[in-house]
């Protein structure tokens, strides 16, 4: 909700336009680098900070290169949100071992549901972009500034983590109950 109301002020599709990468690469590389991180963080210690901030940033620029340019198409749509989920996986795991599992389970379950309340409520024509807190941008930065902690407060890693969970939690039954009450109100 609060990064929706800051792109419908700020727009970076005059950037996109200026970008000559395939908006399509840019969403693979976003989850490429997404991945790549995960062997480096959890085998080899590497902070997750830099996988987060650049795909993340790869992630953001997809969608202003394809505006911006006028590549906009349902194909590019879809594949930047199929693949958003395997990065939102690959984020999680840079936090394994600092948190227990079922921790870990119940944050990538809320991270998905959240997700799939929207993709679903639209597809059967309830519109909720915009509604309720945590919606990918708010969860990336949220995992990004956690990644942060790991390297200046690691103590603090596993009750922000279980914040994290809350707040996903919180917002996916949120999101659910608005698309249920919206198709409950237009049945037909």
Known sequence: ???????????????GRKIPISPNVLTLL?????????????LYGASPLWFILISGAL??????????????SRAGAFLDSFLDRFSDAAYLLYFWGRVDSLAMYIALLGTFAISYARCRGESLGVEVRGVGLMERGERVAYLLVLSLVIDLAPPLVASLFYAYVF???LAAAHRGYVVFRKLSLNRR
Request: positive net charge; proline residues 2%; without cysteine.
């Open 30 to 42: 976003s989850a490429v680098v997404a991945w790549v991180g995960v062997p480096l963080v959890l």
């Open 167 to 169: 707040l996903v939690g």
């Open 59 to 72: 992630d953001a620029v997809d969608g202003a290169v394809a505006r911006g340019r006028g590549l906009v």
């Open 1 to 15: 909700m609060v990064l929706e109301r800051l792109r419908s002020k700020v727009s970076i599709d005059a950037v």
